[in-house]
C-alpha cells in the first residue's frame, strides 16, 4: 500500500527558503508515475505547484517556476520541494501526491497528509 | 493556463436529493487521438487530503460509491450525487489534466 507522508518545518521566515521532504513508502518513486507537490491556502483551493516523472522530467506551475525547485533522492526514495524567496501568500497545507502516469501527469491517485507551512518573522 | 470555473459556488441539499455540480474549462479538455476528457473530480473534507472520485470525466475510482457519476465533454462537465448522504458534505473540486500544468476549479462546498 503507498503511502506518502510529508516532514519539514512548519515556520518558515520571509525571504527564506522553504524545504520540504515526502518519505515514499510502498512503491519505489523510480518505477514509474508522476510524483507531485499541490497546495491549499487556508480556507482556499488547490494549487498545482508542479510534478516530476521517474526519468526526471519536471513541470512547474508557470506562476511559480522562477521560485520552486522538485528532485528526489532515489536512494532514500524520497521526494523534495523547495520554494525560494518566500512571502506570507506561500502560507498552505503542502501535499505530497502521485498522479496517474497518462502522458502528462494526470489525475492525483494518492494524496499524503499533508503540512502546514506558515511564512511568518 | 488552463482555467477552471465551477457552478455554483455552494449549495444545499436535502438528504436523498440530487446535487449537480457545474465544471466549465477554457479550453476543450476532449484529446482527439483517444478521445478521452482530461478532467477530474475530487471530494474533500474538512482538516482531510481531496480524495480522488472520477477520473476521464466519467470513471469511477474504486471504491467510490455509484450515487457518484460524472458526465461531459469538451468544455462542460458534470458531478451528480444521486442521492445525498449526510457523509457527502464536502467541497467538491474539478481538475484539468490536459495540460503539463494542472488547474483546479476554485470547488464547490455542498451542504444538508
Keep these: 500500500q503507498l503511502h506518502l507522508q510529508e516532514s519539514g518545518p512548519g515556520l518558515v521566515k520571509p525571504s527564506e527558503t522553504l524545504s520540504l521532504t515526502c518519505i515514499v513508502s510502498g512503491y519505489s518513486i523510480n518505477s514509474g508515475y508522476y510524483w507531485g507537490w499541490i497546495r491549499q491556502a487556508p480556507g482556499k483551493g488547490l494549487e498545482c505547484i508542479g510534478s516530476l516523472y521517474h526519468t526526471g522530467r519536471t513541470y512547474y506551475n508557470p506562476s511559480l517556476k522562477s521560485r520552486v525547485t522538485i528532485s528526489v533522492d532515489t536512494s532514500k526514495n524520497e521526494l523534495s520541494l523547495k520554494v525560494n524567496s518566500v512571502t506570507a501568500a506561500d502560507t498552505a497545507v503542502y501535499y505530497c501526491v502521485r498522479h496517474q502516469s497518462v502522458g502528462v501527469p494526470g489525475a492525483i491517485e494518492y494524496w499524503g497528509q499533508g503540512r502546514l507551512v506558515a511564512v511568518s518573522p | ?112
Excluded: H
Excluded at chain 2, 465533454?73 to 494542472?102: H, K, M, P, R, W
Design chain 2, 1 to 112: 493556463d488552463i482555467v477552471m470555473t465551477q457552478s455554483p459556488d455552494s449549495l444545499a441539499v436535502s438528504l436523498g436529493e440530487r446535487a449537480t455540480i457545474n465544471c466549465k474549462s477554457s479550453q476543450s479538455l476532449l484529446y482527439g487521438s483517444n478521445v478521452r476528457n482530461y478532467l477530474a473530480w475530487y471530494q474533500q473534507k474538512p482538516g482531510q487530503p481531496p480524495k480522488l472520485l472520477i477520473y476521464w470525466a466519467s470513471t469511477r475510482e474504486s471504491g467510490v460509491p455509484e450515487r457518484f457519476s460524472g458526465s461531459g465533454s469538451g468544455t462542460d462537465f458534470t458531478l451528480t450525487i444521486s442521492s445525498l448522504q449526510a457523509e457527502d458534505v464536502a467541497v467538491y473540486y474539478c481538475q484539468q489534466y490536459y495540460s503539463e500544468s494542472n488547474t483546479f476549479g476554485q470547488g464547490t462546498k455542498v451542504e444538508i
